[in-house]
């Protein structure tokens, strides 16, 4: 199984706190990924990113940012938490961009 | 309407019988994935294909570019193969490696 280990697993909050989520892989993959999965959608990308400092939106971005100062590390900020996000997220790795994407546990989060 | 739709949505067998779960796409793509979801929630991926067939085990994956359709074939299913299966696809328009997902299909194999 690829190294991706998502923390915390599980989370609940408040609305309009702060919550961030890491993902950490130890495969030197150079892309990461971070998805939700909400019944009656598909996994939905966030954000993703294709090298250290280097990100892009994905097709959900509003209400996340992201950063990744280095290769192994991609964090998930909820900078302020709504209802709407409550979710289980996703994150994924791949080699490349036309690669296999292998992906984390998941995190059940909780916004009340 | 959704770039990827899957059928059916869910599908119940019994052990031993021959699976086939369904992916249509209204894209160009440049690749399409089908990856498998566990009861516990973790996803792996099973295949990547871009044309033909590739076969793994029991499990065999098709796709016809021109009609824009994947199969994904379980044969002599057992209740272990009881997983939401969930196909993707890489848009050939679109940069990086962006991934459409469908919204799954419940597979329930019974003893």
């Known amino acids: 199984d690829a190294g991706i280990t998502q923390s915390p697993r599980h989370k609940v909050t408040e609305t309009g706190t702060p919550v961030t989520l890491r993902c950490h892989q130890t495969?030197?993959?150079?892309?990461m990924y971070w998805y939700r999965q909400d019944p009656g959608h598909g996994l939905r990308l966030i954000h993703y990113s294709y090298g250290v400092k280097d990100t892009d939106k994905g097709e959900v971005s509003d209400g996340y940012s992201v950063s990744r100062s280095k290769t192994e590390d991609f964090l998930l900020t909820l900078e302020s938490a709504t209802s709407s996000q409550t979710s289980v997220y996703f994150c994924?790795?791949?080699?490349?961009?036309?690669?296999?994407?292998?992906f984390g546990d998941g995190t059940r989060l909780s916004i009340l | 309407k959704n770039e990827v739709e899957q059928s059916p949505q869910n599908l119940t067998a019994q052990e031993g019988e021959f699976i086939t779960i369904n992916c249509s796409y209204s894209v160009g793509i440049s690749a399409l994935h089908w990856l498998q979801q566990h009861p516990g929630g973790g996803i792996v991926s099973l295949f990547m294909l871009s044309s033909g067939k590739k076969k793994h085990g029991r499990l065999i994956a098709t796709i016809n570019i021109q009609e824009k359709h994947s199969s994904l074939h379980i044969t002599a299913s057992h209740p272990r193969d009881s997983a939401v299966y969930i196909c993707?696809?890489?848009?050939?328009?679109?940069?990086?490696?962006?991934?459409?997902f469908g919204e799954g299909t419940q597979l329930t194999v019974n003893p």
């Open positions: 993707a696809v890489r848009n050939r328009e679109t940069s990086g490696s962006r991934l459409t």
């Open positions: 495969e030197n993959h150079r892309y």
């Open positions: 994924a790795i791949s080699e490349g961009g036309g690669q296999p994407q292998h």
